[in-house]
């Protein structure tokens, strides 16, 4: 088959060798965490990450380094202070959900209606809530994969419109994560045209802890809610795209993302500026080869993925003339952590093909998964145009202690771990991109 | 000798496997994390504690349960802002330092003058930082002892002396601590008479790292503090003592004590709801038995110790005609871990039965250490007036993680080591309680 010479296996190890012990992922990671650190969508921070990454792409000799750019609305927060009024007065370690409203001046007061669960709340009657401060509670259950998220993450989304519907005046839940630390989670919260129109916050582990606590008691809380928070409707935000002109098909296209933008409480380490590092430092080792591969590799550093992937929107929408010379998209978005698995959608014609891939990254502790892969959220509008997806599975097992938090910070990143993603991307990529295979041939995607 | 006859052996035998598998202790901390939860000395918070305490003591059947009320100064903090104005502008994840002074409306502004230690900044000229902002960074060495402590305290305690007196607008600092998360260390500032007239801020590690790697560049920094603090001239604060009545010698006491009051940042779970607890629990077993002891048991929670030990100072003072009566004193003041060690601080005369004393515990896991035990911080004004002295030593290599931070919380403790620390603490106070050594005979201290 295509990947199996021995000339192009030996290109592969080299790949491989060179890349476990580079330590250019690191150094890329440490300079746009240490020189830019958070930079929310839309902002003048994610201007300057921009800025950063041109800078850097252009050091590092890529082809076209360019910016495109888009508009989008864009939330901030201000101030907020949470406590519990009575029965045992204290401070709550809390912060705003991206799209929350802000409280009226001075807050709101209320009683706390505690839901043991997200379902709870949907299950509760349409009325009953009016001047209530809602609180859902619900633990996150860990797991490698990161399914835990899925249904931990629903009451983030959608706690404020059933709480909202039922008259409450805020609503607070416990953070969607997996550590017991005082930092946190914010993310976004679920919505189309009406912006949700009042406060919701998540408190951290230990603050959720005590609501339980509390609440087991019997007791009648009294809780307080003041937040500030903001939008502006036309915010700039924009792709970063810089590529490795392939050498006999620059216009197929090998993709491979990660998105610039992070939440503002931390600095964006292990989402996504690890991701950014992990690609760029792949394509880097790619161009450096003896001769660029067949095909362009692209990489794509999104903007705007945390508050609605409006970079990866913008992106799909620009190219949409040039979807079809998409050989592959792969997004690097979930943590600094060693891939462990590799899944794919790719048509049933390119499935041996796929698997012949995976095996050449065997050595490096990758086990072959389904072919049912979704893709990280930048590619799926590219997934859902027909571009066929590569999914190396980062180990989630610690991501959600530290996803959205101020604790996302560079002192979490592993090197060796990093290195570890750079040389899968570059054996995968380099492969595909040298190669000729259609992955789109025969596309029905496989369940997993 | 005294403690090794077979009833007195049982009777020990059985305390400890009633202590080992007793979760009062546990309870106990529950209840003031979450009934009280911070409690700073002096604050209305302080009072709730000693309320709590006094019905907690009551309803556990201890003898001449009362408060001990003294007047102090009190420190607290208000809004704070740091942040990094340039080359790389962000916020930092600060905390005011204890005693340390408000910035003037709007902050303070300053190049950041970077000390890669206190030693430098002790070393810096006598003038050359007018204007600036004192960085002081030095990281803390991780123990079992905790005595990583003392060298990483000193700038907490006075880098805002020494900045101050070289003109220096604000100081700012790395945490005093071992961890790794996104939550700063407060602690009190050393002054006597003379309080702080600058800010004084600690940010946290990954900040500290942060400023570490921006200074490393060679790059100039410009900061911001902006620091709300105030100070109360005669707040009140107070000890509440309680007592297991001694069958025969009521008069001779065996002191067992922790501190109520907390830093406001956490609940004061591992500082020191635990050592509340671990006292407290042991007290309890020891008057459950089916007689009293000899002697007086007499738990203390004394108030204000982290801002000063004023509740130590005033218990010294209050009992100054008894302390020649105080047989012995220990104070629990080192987390939620397992004991692992006991020192001591007895006379000559004394110290073959502290060491048989020592082999009672052997089989909870604890070793026999030196006689040249200081004692936790509020009984030190008793050893300093000759009161011989206990210190089970706790295990310390994670308590600075979470020491002084918003994560000091209940979720931290682990209850099977709590209930050995009941377990050491009611084998020991009982044999010392129930006997009649004279632990001051021959009172010289060997040292360690």
Redesign the interface.
């Known amino acids: 088959v295509l990947f199996r010479s021995a000339a192009a296996d030996d290109a592969v190890d080299a790949l491989i060798a060179e890349a476990s012990q580079s330590r250019l992922a690191y150094e890329i990671v ?1 300079s746009l ?6 930079r929310l969508a839309g902002t003048e ?1 994610e201007a300057r990450a921009r800025d950063w990454a041109v800078a850097e792409l252009t050091r590092l000799g890529f082809d076209d380094v360019r910016v495109e750019e888009y508009t989008m609305p864009v939330w901030e927060r201000g101030p907020l202070e949470v406590e519990i009024l009575s ?5 709550l ?1 809390a912060t705003a959900l991206g799209g929350s409203a802000s409280t009226p001046a001075g807050g709101v007061e209320g009683e706390l209606a505690y839901f043991a669960s997200f379902a709870d709340l949907q299950a509760a009657p349409a009325s009953g809530l009016e001047g209530k401060i809602v609180y859902v509670d619900d633990s996150m259950t860990r797991t490698q994969t990161g399914e835990g998220y899925g249904p931990a993450v629903a009451k983030r989304g959608s706690a404020w419109s059933e709480a909202q519907e039922r008259g409450a005046v805020a609503v607070i839940i416990r953070s969607v994560g997996t550590d ?4 946190p989670h914010t993310g976004g919260m679920r919505f189309t045209d009406t912006r949700p129109g009042i406060a919701a916050v998540a408190v951290s ?2 603050d959720a ?2 609501l339980r ?2 609440a087991a008691r019997g007791e009648t809380m009294r809780v307080r809610v003041a937040s500030t928070t903001s939008w502006r409707d036309e915010g700039v935000s924009g792709n970063v795209i810089a590529e490795v002109r392939g050498r006999e098909a620059p216009d197929e296209i090998v993709l491979i993302g990660a998105h610039l933008d992070s939440w503002d409480l ?2 964006g380490a292990i989402d996504d500026g690890s991701g950014v590092a992990i690609v760029v430092a792949a394509a880097k080792l790619i161009a450096d080869m003896p001769q660029p591969p067949r095909r362009t590799v692209r990489v794509v550093l999104f903007g705007a993925e945390e508050v609605g992937i409006f970079g990866a929107k913008a992106y799909a929408t620009a190219h949409e003339d040039e979807l079809s010379d998409h050989i592959i998209a792969a997004e690097s978005d979930f943590g600094a952590d060693r891939i462990w698995r590799l899944r794919s959608r790719v048509g049933s014609g390119a499935l041996d093909e796929m698997d012949a891939l995976a095996m050449t990254v065997a050595g490096l502790g990758v086990v072959r998964g389904g072919n049912g892969a979704g893709g990280a959220p930048d590619v799926t509008p590219l997934a859902e145009a027909g571009v066929p997806i590569l999914e190396p599975d980062q180990n989630g097992w610690d991501y959600f202690d530290l996803h959205h ?3 996302d ?4 990143i592993d090197p060796e771990a990093l290195a570890q993603n750079v040389a899968v991307y570059a054996a995968l990529i380099y492969q595909i991109a040298n190669g000729d295979v259609d992955f789109r041939a025969e596309a029905v995607a496989e369940d997993e």
């Open positions: 440490e965490t240490t020189e830019v650190g958070p921070a029965p045992y007065p204290q401070r370690v017991s630390h005082r930092v582990a230990p802890d005590q606590r509390i931390g600095t938090t101020p604790d910070t560079f002192d979490k």
